[in-house]
């Protein structure tokens, strides 16, 4: 991305000396190109809710149009322009300023919305647009297309810029995974009486109206709870299960080194957190078992053995 930048600053340095030389001949990309005459083949379009102001070509260069204005000394001219393009997180981005308002687009969408399809809103956000080489430098309207955040992830996976992990787990993780969704689970109050079963996760996550991940998660271990419910694997005779209880600041903690050997306790939460400046919430979800350490320590909740020493 550097090396695009240094290219396209060396090129407007360098304009009036090659502002007639085919782009033909210069390994550049279009946007880089400042010159008001047509490259080859290039049609410009007006662009929707911009006339008299903006027009765009099918190469994915943006031009300024010529346009008279007043202001505090009475009536000036604009001369039309191409307008310089800069190299954003989401591909080439410009501004427009109309009125004296100044309005950042994204080139890609510009195009896509003249000269294919009219998207609803230039900013929204639900839909994408995708470059057919993944190179976002490159607007030509026929390397452009519209996907949706599912088709997204498909088109990056498709074309390797994004690799699925799921093949590095064990295969006892793989089965577990592909078998967990379909399991009957049930649910419990969070003092562990029995509710009811559901034939699977998703069945439970629709009737609740809840995500099927937070289920899933609290069935792990990592939560304990979700929607104000306990949840378990389902049993041929259901029956309560112990309660939910939230580590207190008062509760008696010990801290571990990483190697499990036990190293002082404290008398609450507050108490750790006061002494070894550790945050309080990250002790606590080590409690909850969310996460594995807190300041570089294991924390759990002291038992009979540790307090008596």
């Avoid at 010159?35 to 300024?64: A, C, H, P, Q, T």
């Avoid at 310089?84 to 309005?103: M, N």
């Avoid at 649910?187 to 029995?194: A, M, R």
């Avoid at 190697?259 to 108490?271: A, L």
Wanted: aromatic share 12%; with cysteine.
């Amino acid at each position: 991305m550097k090396n695009l930048k240094k290219k396209a600053d060396f090129f407007w340095m360098k304009k009036k000396e090659i502002i007639n030389t085919s782009m033909n001949n210069i390994d550049l990309y279009p946007y880089q190109n400042l010159s008001l005459s047509d490259m080859e083949e290039e049609i410009w379009k007006e662009v929707f809710g911009y006339e008299g102001y903006l027009s765009v070509s099918n190469k994915g260069r943006v031009k300024s149009l010529a346009r008279s204005y007043t202001n505090g000394r009475g009536f000036s001219f604009k001369e039309e322009r191409i307008l310089r393009q800069k190299i954003g997180k989401d591909g080439l981005t410009f501004v427009i300023s109309v009125d004296g308002i100044r309005h950042n687009h994204i080139t890609a969408r510009i195009v896509y919305s003249t000269f294919i399809k009219s998207l609803p809103d230039f900013k929204k956000k639900q839909l994408f647009i995708l470059h057919k080489d993944n190179d976002n430098l490159n607007n030509n309207v026929d390397n452009l297309f519209l996907a949706n955040r599912s088709q997204v992830m498909k088109h990056y996976f498709k074309s390797g810029i994004i690799t699925p992990n799921f093949h590095t787990h064990s295969e006892e993780a793989k089965k577990n995974f592909r078998t967990s969704r379909y399991k009957p689970v049930s649910q419990y109050t969070l003092e562990g009486k029995y509710l009811r079963t559901y034939k699977n996760i998703k069945e439970a996550a629709v009737h609740l109206g809840i995500s099927p991940s937070s289920i899933s998660v609290a069935l792990q271990g990592k939560t304990g709870y979700a929607k104000g419910y306990l949840w378990g694997e389902a049993k041929e005779e259901p029956s309560d299960i112990p309660p939910f209880i939230m580590p207190s600041l008062g509760t008696v903690i010990s801290k571990y080194d990483k190697s499990g050997k036990h190293i002082s306790n404290f008398e609450s939460i507050r108490q750790a957190e006061r002494i070894t400046g550790v945050n309080r919430n990250c002790i606590r979800k080590c409690l909850l078992g969310k996460r594995l350490t807190a300041g570089g320590y294991i924390w759990k909740e002291a038992d009979k053995k540790t307090t008596e020493q």
